[in-house]
T-cell receptor, first 116, second 113 residues
């Protein structure tokens, strides 16, 4: 059973470009979460999605950031007009159901975004 | 005040030592508690859940004190491979926030020969 998959693992963008980060949850998992880890900082929640629904986006910056989890295909975190401060590791996590191992989430290897 | 606070360390201990990490959380409505481990430039991995009754997994023991809003992790007989950052994690109750994990800053542990 493959784990959470993220791609690309490393992404380099120039200021003003768009970044698209993809996440495929573990098989059988219908809940997807995105977290950001800035250099020398802890992980911060960004958004929680289920298929075709954004459940909680309280951690998303108000502008330039968006996320989706379509009926088919991976979840996408999109950052428009990137700035240097967006450079970070972006982790995706998934869980099977809130009713199972409550709260435990399984993380992908992350995408390291560098903005030049 | 941060929602989850940990002593960042670093803790430098010799192999075989016993080391304890502490964590406090501010939201009394928090429902579930975990310790995750993160190796350098890797993803966080679930180490263990934390229950009020305390739980043990091999050399690792976790304890929760809801009244004091305090969580601990004890590692006995430290191994070189235990070197990592240990993350205290809570989830809060209510509405749509069930899915959100709140992480502490992490405690860095280095075990040396």
């Amino acid at each position: 059973n493959a784990g959470v998959m993220q791609n690309p693992r490393h992404l380099v963008r120039r200021r003003g470009q768009e970044a698209r980060l993809r996440c495929s949850p573990m098989k059988g998992h219908s809940h997807v979460y995105w977290y950001r880890q800035l250099p020398e900082e802890g992980l911060k929640f960004m958004v929680y999605l289920q298929k075709e629904n954004i459940i909680d986006e309280s951690g998303m910056p108000k502008e330039r950031f968006s996320a989706e989890f379509p009926k088919e295909g991976p979840s996408i975190l999109r950052i428009q007009q990137v700035v240097r401060g967006d450079s970070a590791a972006y982790f995706c996590a998934s869980s099977p159901s809130l009713g199972l191992i409550y709260g435990a989430q399984y993380f992908g290897p992350g995408t390291r975004l560098t903005v030049l | 005040r941060k929602e989850v606070e940990q002593d960042p360390g670093p803790f430098n201990v010799p192999e075989g030592a016993t080391v304890a990490f502490n964590c406090t959380y501010s939201n009394s409505a928090s429902q579930s508690f975990f310790w995750y481990r993160q190796d350098c430039r890797k993803e966080p991995k679930l180490l263990m859940s934390v229950y009020s009754s305390g739980n043990e997994d091999g050399r690792f023991t976790a304890q929760l004190n809801r009244a004091s809003q305090y969580i601990s992790l004890l590692i006995r007989d430290s191994k070189l491979s235990d070197s990592a950052t240990y993350l205290c994690v809570v989830t809060n109750a209510g509405g749509t926030s069930y899915g959100k994990l709140t992480f502490g800053q992490g405690t860095i542990l280095t075990v040396h020969p």
